[in-house]
C-alpha cells in the first residue's frame, strides 16, 4: 500500500486499494485537499521535472486557511464514495504541461483508476539515466515490471525486479574478482551471502534491507497476483532507490578520476617549471 501521495500517484498502479481508515485518511486528506510536489519526467519537456498542485483546503474546511479537520475528511469521503475525483499537476517548466490522475471511493477504499501519461511513458525518460549502472535490456524489463503491475500481474513484476538485484549482484561478483578483492566463486554463495561478500561495493540501500531479495522470491514463488500488487509500490521505490545509489557512486569514482588526473598533470606542470 503507498505510504505518502508521492508514491500514490507516481508508482502505485490502477486498481491497488487504500483503506481509509487511520493509515489512509491523511494521503486521502492531502489528495483532495492539500498542496502536492513530486518530482518525476515531463513527457512533454523531455526531462525531469518538478509537478505541484497547490493547497484547496481552507478554514476549517472551507475556502482559504489550509487546514483541514478530521471530521470534514471524513465526511468529505462519505460525499466523495462512488463518485471520481479528478487530480491535475501542473509542470514547474511550463505550465501548460499537465499530469492528470483519476481516483474513486467504493467502499471506504480509494483506487486509483486512471492517469495520462501513463505511468510508464512518465517513468520511460526518468528511467535512461539507469542505462549507465544497469545490464542490457535492464530498462526494458523495468519497464515491463511496471506495464505487468498496471494490469495487475503482481508475479510477473516482481520476477523483473528481481532480475534487477540478480544482475546487479553478478556485476559487482565479476569486478571484485577482476579487482582481485574476492577469491571465493561468489555465484556457489546464496544470494544473503553474496550481499554479505560485497557488502564493501554494493548500494548501501540492498546491504542494509538484504532481505528484499527473498521477499521478491516469495513473491515469485508463493505469493499471489493481488498481494505482490499490494507491496509493488514499495518494492519498485527500494528497486529505484538501489539503482540511483549505484549511480551515484559510479558518478563519483568517475569524477574523483578526473580529478586526480588533472592534480597529477598540475603537479608535473608546476614541478618541472622554474622558479625564480
Not at 487546514?67 to 464514495?81: D, L, R, S
Request: hydrophobic fraction near 35%.
Amino acid at each position: 500500500m503507498a505510504s505518502n501521495v508521492t508514491e500514490l500517484l507516481v508508482t502505485t498502479p490502477f486498481y491497488s486499494p487504500i483503506e481509509l481508515g487511520d493509515t489512509g485518511e491523511p494521503i486521502f486528506e492531502q489528495l483532495v485537499f492539500g498542496s502536492i510536489v513530486i518530482d518525476c519526467h515531463c513527457t512533454e519537456c523531455g526531462k525531469d521535472s518538478t509537478f505541484r498542485r497547490d493547497s484547496l483546503a481552507s478554514n476549517g474546511g472551507g475556502a482559504g486557511s489550509g487546514v483541514v479537520t478530521v471530521a470534514v475528511a471524513k465526511q468529505t469521503i462519505k460525499i466523495i464514495e462512488g463518485n471520481t475525483i479528478n487530480i491535475e499537476l501542473y509542470c514547474a517548466r511550463n505550465h501548460a504541461h499537465k499530469m492528470r490522475y483519476w481516483f474513486t471511493v467504493q467502499k471506504g477504499k480509494l483506487i486509483k483508476i486512471g492517469q495520462y501519461p501513463s505511468m510508464v511513458s512518465i517513468s520511460r525518460g526518468g528511467l535512461r539515466k539507469y542505462s549507465k549502472v544497469i545490464y542490457d535490456g535492464g530498462i526494458r524489463e523495468l519497464e515491463s515490471a511496471m506495464t505487468l503491475a498496471t494490469h495487475d500481474h503482481g508475479i510477473g513484476a516482481v520476477v523483473y525486479l528481481r532480475r534487477i538485484i540478480e544482475h546487479l549482484l553478478n556485476n559487482h561478483a565479476k569486478l571484485a574478482r577482476e579487482n582481485g578483492t574476492f577469491d571465493a566463486d561468489i555465484e556457489r554463495l546464496d544470494i544473503p551471502q553474496r550481499i554479505e561478500a560485497l557488502r564493501d561495493t554494493l548500494p548501501r540501500f540492498l546491504y542494509e534491507n538484504k532481505t528484499i531479495y527473498g521477499i521478491l522470491s516469495k513473491g515469485v514463488h508463493e505469493l499471489s497476483d493481488e498481494t505482490c500488487m499490494q507491496y509493488f509500490p514499495m518494492l519498485l521505490s527500494s528497486i529505484l532507490l538501489i539503482l540511483e545509489q549505484e549511480l551515484s557512486e559510479r558518478q563519483r569514482i568517475l569524477k574523483e578520476d578526473v580529478l586526480r588526473k588533472e592534480i597529477h598533470k598540475l603537479s608535473s606542470a608546476l614541478g618541472s617549471s622554474k622558479t625564480d
